[in-house]
């Protein structure tokens, strides 16, 4: 059955709101992840396998997180939610849903740029309501327009958009499959075999430096010649990182300083907060960060948000520092909440000072805020988003090519390991102040493990580059009546010659400054004039 009713498209529509909301959603993230959205609508439509796959192959080209600052560059969750059930009802193939996947989601870039600017009117909704509090007992308003805003505004800019493409657009690409002409579905297909390849070179753009690129290479290579699992390749991956740690180090294992890990709670004899608190009010911030996130006051909203419940505790008879807590809290912020959520793990710490009397500015809250955060920002990130767990990803990847359900738990598995690591990070910050966070950015250690790490993502980028880059030469002569595959003579120099040379030429592009919208905007013309052209 081609088209979709219209309680389906509600449905698809605001699952994709659903994953927009910013916070207030115990799936916030994982609901932006392909795979796992592939799973849902494949479990709507019926076919969970099919969703799951075509789900892990627009995975490819959103292996790492694009954008810094909490900017949205492609929409996973709107390229996903649209891509698969129009593929899916259409009959279209898993590399043709990708190229769909590509359009849509560039358009998600105009629907987020959209809610930020009008979640402002919820920042400052806020700010009159902190300045009308006349208690501290009762904090509801700010609740009900803080989330109830945001969620609002998410609706205003995502349901509308897909319901509309769902319910009248997916019946128009189902009946245009009819009639599109043979190049034209060969290029969609073609360009699903091209784009995961830039995809895997994004990613090893961000967490590897110009000298690990001989281990994606070797990735590439090992992948090519003897096909193992990506599992083995990961290991192969960790043993070099390892010797190549050793070997820097000048042939001895590096000493690791983890003082910061093994310190003690010095701070729990005399805390309001219990460990288990402070793991709760962690998990808030992991929640809550992105919610009401705009273009005047970037994460304000979402702060305020995470900090509620323990500033009420704080100033539980103190109206005024109630007030001046809040106002700190919704000051313009921006950077990492899992490693970097150790700032507002000392942001506690200093508010709970201020509380009991100490001698402390509330304007030191602010700079310690302000020039913690962009460090932090550039050093979680550069951990979490484009290292942790793009390999974490990629590890799972084949899994969910393969239509099983366990690739769908990518990014379930990457937000539980997130949170074990924000309630450490988060709890160091507040028992050990700023401390913590100059002894997290000063510690050799670290560079071992992302030095390690970094090899090892390389090579396992490489095998995915070559297992998931499939582009082939459909060029064929004749000699003495023998027929010969052009793409089959250059696979006899090296196997995987023509995927290897377009990788080549898309890392050269972007080393020199080319931007990733190009790439992708002048793979998709190559695929479709190939095919028209018979090359491809």
Known sequence: MYGFTVTEAIIIAAYYWFAWWGGANPLFLITWNATFNGMVLGLLLGDVKTGIIMGGTIQTIYLAHIGGGGNLLSDQALASCVAIPIAMRAGMDAEAALALAVTFGLLGNFCDSLQRTLNGFVHRRLEKDVAALTSTKSLRKLYTDGIGGSILMAFICRFPLVFAIIYFGGNGVSNLMDIMPAFITNGLSTVGKMLPGIGMLMVARLIGQKLMLP??????????????TIFTVAIIGLCLGILWVILANGGKAPEMNMELFASKDEGDKKSIFTRAERAYYAYRLTLYYRMGISFEY???VGIM???????????????????????????????????????????????????????????M?????????????????????????PIIRSLFLPFALSGSIIGAMMDVVGRIIQWIVAIVCYGKGYTLGKSAMLKILRGGWINTLMTTVSVLGMTVLGALASNYTKLALAVEFTVQENVINLDSILNGVMPGFVSAIYLVFCYIF???????????????????????????
């Not at 807590?325 to 899992?338: A, C, M, T």
């Not at 809250?365 to 767990?389: C, E, H, N, R, Y």
Request: proline letters at 3%; a negative charge; glycine letters at 14%.
């Open 365 to 389: 809250i602010t700079t310690v805020k302000s020039s913690l955060m962009g460090p932090m920002a550039g050093f979680g990130d550069s951990i979490i988003q484009t290292t942790m767990m």
């Open 215 to 228: 281990f994606f290479v070797l990735g590439f290579i090992i992948m090519r010649l003897v096909s193992p």
């Open 305 to 363: 948000l995470a900090e509620l419940p323990w500033l009420k505790k704080i100033y539980a008879n103190d109206l005024d520092g109630l007030k001046a807590g809040l106002n700190r809290s919704l000051e313009p912020y921006v950077s990492d909440v899992i490693i970097g959520g150790s700032i507002i793990g000392a942001v506690m710490s200093m508010e709970e000072n201020i509380a009991n009397g100490e001698a402390i500015d509330g304007s």
């Open 298 to 300: 970037l994460n304000g």
């Open 510 to 536: 972007l080393e020199k400054g080319g931007k990733y919208i190009h790439l992708i905007l002048g793979s998709m013309g190559l695929a479709f004039l190939g095919c028209l052209v018979g090359l491809f």
